[in-house]
Structure formats: C-alpha cells, structure tokens
C-alpha cells in the first residue's frame, strides 16, 4: 500500500487549507483512515479519522468544529478540510490506513499499519 499525503502549505492564522490522501495498493473502501500531526520536538498525535463509509468520523477535541474528514472511496481519497488555523496546528501531518477492514475509526497509531510520508502545514503571520 502507497500513501500520497498532499496540500501541506504555508498559511496566515484563521486561513484554510486541505489536506489529501491518495491510497493505491489495497482495496481502500474497506479500511478507516487517520491524520496524525507531529509539531517540531513533539510526539505524533491523533487529529482526525473516518471509518471504510464515512458514516462515522473521530477528532481530537482540539480541532472539533474547524477541522472536517471526509472520503471519496471512487477516487481512494480522504481529505482534511482545515479551517480557521491556529500557530498551534503547525506540524507535519500525516495520513494512515487502518488494519482491520470495516473498523471503527480509531484514535490510536498502532491501529493503522500503513502511513504515507507527511505534508507540512506550517500556521505563522
């Protein structure tokens, strides 16, 4: 399985950006996806995931109600709408496929078993 993590970028405090995934190698439908972030000297930490339908997602409280996932599974792809950015989202974000077809979408990275490569989201006036 090969992840392509995409739409990384510089971008004003309260600006936007979207982030995409692009799967090939595995039948993508079937498996959740998460975004994780890792900020300069910190650990990587949980931001968003969707389960195989995209009828269930999951965030971190931190990013609930400016950040959105979603997923095309016809073009084995799964966003990351970023609004109303703060300094503190500044970070490498990265997508991951979960391990266990039709699960629930996880908060956890030992759930996912392939990651994609990261794109830079950097927050800054």
């Known amino acids: 399985v090969q992840l392509q993590a995409s739409g990384g970028g510089l971008v004003q405090p309260g600006g936007s950006l979207r982030l995409s995934c692009i799967a090939s190698g595995r039948t993508f439908s079937w498996y959740a996806v998460g975004w994780f972030r890792q900020a300069p000297g910190k650990e990587r930490d949980f931001v968003a995931a969707i389960n195989w339908s995209g009828g269930k997602t999951n965030y971190v409280d931190s990013v609930k109600g400016r950040f959105t996932i979603s997923r095309d599974n016809a073009k084995n792809t799964v966003y990351l709408q970023m609004n109303s950015l703060e300094p503190e989202d500044t970070a490498v974000y990265y997508c991951?496929?979960?391990?266990?077809?039709?699960?629930?979408?996880?908060?956890?990275?030992?759930?996912?078993?392939?990651w994609g490569q990261g794109t830079e989201v950097t927050v800054s006036s």
């Open positions: 991951a496929v979960g391990s266990l077809k039709f699960a629930d979408p996880s908060r956890t990275g030992s759930s996912y078993d392939y």
